[in-house]
């Protein structure tokens, strides 16, 4: 893009030959994602212990470093510091590859990824297409730490997540078809630049966002973000009080700290695809000026990914897990038939002979009957969990029966 354009044609005017120009600008860039991907994983650990704490009225981190900014930094220094032990039964290749694939599958996805005007790694004609590719990688991975450990609970959860991750993509990757037939392609840089709104043609407020046109299939898409990123109320995957952490059971010291690593990555990164797709990216007022339009464009399109964050976190100290059995039937009950109606309803729409503000308020009163129906099935869902005792039944037969303690020898 602009900027590896810029720095290959410095080169060249500096002697160096133009496919060797080229390599060392495209590698710059990747080291550069690659490197600030892996640090922000700190900062991500360190707002969700704020976030978190804050809602359960506590601190949080405060000791090490400005408003303990440097614990996670500890912390990260104390994994990479313990020994990573492998079963003896375990198999080796598997078992050391598992974590990789993790880390790398999330990364890989910012080649697409459209930071601000003219900065995006490799704006591909099927961006969205590869974003849904490099999903099956986690999914694998998860399988294969479950297999290779050699143990039955992280085989049965390794199961568990293959079921969860792949039933809860169907509907995501529907409700990310929404924004690419409303725009008519799949690269997520002309995804973005479609967002724009002109007063004129002078100047861009960057409010013409997919959510207002879009909103029931951004509610499918966040739900199953949630899900994907093994957030709460959906982290039954790796509850610790129940299934003693699940797949990655048998992984100690850097190898156990990369399926986190990945793991909020991957959440701040499905959030990052939300701001892409519904609501404008890079977008915002200003975007369009010399100069300054692509840093306010960064700015805009940061500022967007750490708020989905900062909600997430917010869902996930707020709301209880759902069973495993509640999760899989929202997702093939629910998500899967609506979206599956809305995204018909939204090719019908758009087809039809009448003009293009009619189109776009056909899609709209399709989604907000969509919001009117999950919304209405996750309230009667709370209701029935406000009455729901503690007990999986109440034991009328044993009340009042017990003999007091004197009487029990005679």
């Known amino acids: 893009m602009w900027w590896s354009d810029k720095l290959t044609e410095l080169q060249v005017s500096l002697g160096a030959p133009e496919m060797a120009a080229r390599g060392v600008a495209y590698f710059i ?24 704490s804050r809602i359960q009225d506590r601190i949080g981190p405060n000791r090490s470093g400005p408003y303990g900014l440097f614990q ?3 912390d990260a220094l104390k994994l990479m510091s313990k020994e990573n032990i492998t079963p003896t039964s375990a198999d080796p290749i598997s078992f050391y590859l598992a974590p990789i694939l993790t880390v ?3 990364i890989l996805s910012l080649a697409v990824f459209a930071f601000a005007p003219g900065f995006t790694g490799a704006d591909l004609n099927v961006g969205v297409l590869y974003l849904v590719a490099l999903g099956s990688i986690g999914i694998m991975a998860a399988l294969m730490a479950g297999w290779s450990s ?16 792949l039933s809860y993509e169907i509907p995501m ?3 990310m078809l929404a924004p690419v037939l409303l725009v008519g392609s799949m690269s997520l840089n002309t995804i973005t630049e479609a967002q724009a709104l002109n007063i004129g043609s002078i100047f861009n407020l960057g409010l013409g966002w997919h959510i207002f046109v879009l909103p029931g299939a951004f509610l499918i898409y966040f739900i199953a973000a949630l899900a994907e990123g093994e957030q709460t109320p959906f982290d039954l995957l790796e509850a610790e009080s129940e299934l003693i952490a699940g797949f990655h059971i048998e992984y100690s010291g ?22 892409m797709l519904f609501l ?3 977008q915002g007022p200003g975007v369009n000026l010399p100069y300054v339009g692509a840093l306010l464009g960064l700015v805009y399109f940061l500022a967007k990914s750490f708020l989905m964050y900062v909600v997430v976190q917010w869902i996930r100290g707020t709301f209880p897990r759902v069973r495993i059995d509640q999760m899989m039937s929202f997702a093939w009950k629910v998500l899967v038939p609506l979206v599956l109606g809305l995204i018909l309803w939204q090719m019908i729409a758009m087809k039809l002979p009448v003009s293009v503000p009619i189109q776009y308020g056909l899609v709209l009163l399709g989604n907000l009957v969509v919001v009117g129906v999950v919304l209405n099935v996750l309230d009667g869902y709370f209701k029935r ?26």
């Open 104 to 106: 790398f599958g999330v």
């Open 254 to 275: 850097m190898q156990f700290a990369m399926f986190f690593l990945a793991q909020f990555l991957n959440t701040f990164f499905l959030g990052a695809i939300a701001v």
């Open 150 to 165: 050699n143990n039955k609970y992280a085989l049965l959860a390794g199961f568990r997540v293959v079921a969860q991750l």
């Open 173 to 175: 990757v529907l409700a």
């Open 72 to 74: 996670t930094v500890a």
């Open 280 to 282: 404008g990216g890079w």
């Open 29 to 52: 860039g990747a080291f550069v994602v690659a490197f600030i991907s892996l640090n922000l994983a700190l900062l991500l650990i360190w707002i969700t212990r704020k976030v978190v």
């Open 385 to 410: 969990e406000q009455i729901r005792s503690k007990r999986m039944f109440d034991p009328h037969s044993l009340i009042g029966t017990m003999a007091p303690v004197s009487q029990a020898g005679d």
